[in-house]
């Protein structure tokens, strides 16, 4: 826990400029849209037993703070995804790590970031039943930009926090030093082992990273401005997967969902644990955790999708 505080005080401390903080809110992103995942594996599980306790359990999605914790979860799945998609050009294409490119880059992420978030946030609070705080233009604009708000409040307030003792500004630290990096490790490659399991690792978070943009988006899009979240219960999901001519699609799609954003999650779960747990005991306790807990949910979602055959 001191080594965790120490670092995240290092981290907010540092003055690593706009890409410092794109990749700290990337992470925070990510671990908050896996906490959800959980949630929502756990809670479609409980379809098997019935619909009695899945439509009780709903009513944790349909109050009017769920419906706002959902416009946060649409900001970490949208950001998580576009920075995302920029550090995959940064990988395949090296000329867009350059200084002066990524820089670019990021301005270009959060200017596309805040196109679509923006509207799409003011609508999903704007939808809400009257008794819930919708149907109210300002207050869907305020709750909209008081989420943009919150990391924006963060990035300023930690910018005026003195250095610690030995801390020199790069002129160029907000960029990061990309290209130089990049170098060396194209000069040092040939006397490198490569090592597979992390090659392999990398590339499966780069492809699901990508499978991911639309899968996730696409199941976020189809369940809050296509069929509406109050318009979900027991009788939804047989319509969906006990369609005649749709439901192999729907199951094959969410079962892909399941694979990939739970063991995308985990592995960036696992990157988190290794930046932070220095006591090799407590890491590696960590890690057979979330293994366990990975295996468990992969099979329950697993499990409900294959198995499901209630009928209305």
Not at 162 to 181: E, H, M
Not at 187 to 204: G, Y
């Amino acid at each position: 826990m001191a080594a965790l505080i120490q670092t995240a005080s290092s981290v907010l401390r540092y003055r690593g400029g706009a890409g410092q903080w794109a990749w700290a809110i990337h992470r925070a992103a990510g671990l908050g849209v896996l906490a959800f995942l959980l949630l929502h594996i756990f809670d479609i599980f409980l379809a098997a037993f019935g619909p009695a306790l899945f439509n009780e359990l709903l009513f944790l999605y349909k109050g009017w703070l769920a419906r706002v914790l959902e416009i946060v979860l649409l900001f970490g799945l949208l950001y998580h995804a576009l920075n995302g998609l920029r550090l995959i050009l940064m990988d395949f294409f090296p000329i867009v790590a350059s200084r002066k490119i990524t820089r670019n880059f990021i301005y270009i992420q959060l200017a596309v970031f805040l196109l679509l978030f923006v509207p799409a946030g003011i609508y999903m609070m704007y939808n809400l039943p009257a008794d819930q705080f919708g149907q109210n233009a300002a207050l869907s604009i305020l709750v909209t930009f008081g989420v943009i708000a919150l990391p924006a409040i963060i990035v300023a307030l930690f910018s005026f926090m003195p250095l610690r003792d030995g801390i020199k500004i790069d002129s160029d630290a907000s960029v990061g030093n990309y290209q130089d990096g990049f170098d060396r490790i194209v000069a040092s490659r040939s006397h490198r082992v490569m090592n597979r399991t992390e090659l392999n690792i990398w590339l499966f978070m780069r492809i699901s990273g990508l499978l991911l943009i639309v899968l996730a988006l696409g199941h976020f899009f189809l369940m809050h401005f296509i069929y509406g979240v109050e318009n979900m219960d027991f009788n939804f999901i047989i319509q969906r997967w006990m369609d005649p001519v749709l439901g192999l699609f729907w199951r094959s799609y969410d079962l892909a969902l399941l694979f990939f954003a739970l063991i995308h999650g985990m592995f960036g779960l696992r990157y988190s644990i290794e930046d932070y747990v220095h006591h090799r005991g407590l890491k590696m306790t960590l890690l057979g955790l979330a293994i366990l807990v990975e295996i468990a949910l992969l099979a329950m979602g697993a499990y409900v999708i294959f198995t499901f055959n209630a009928t209305a």
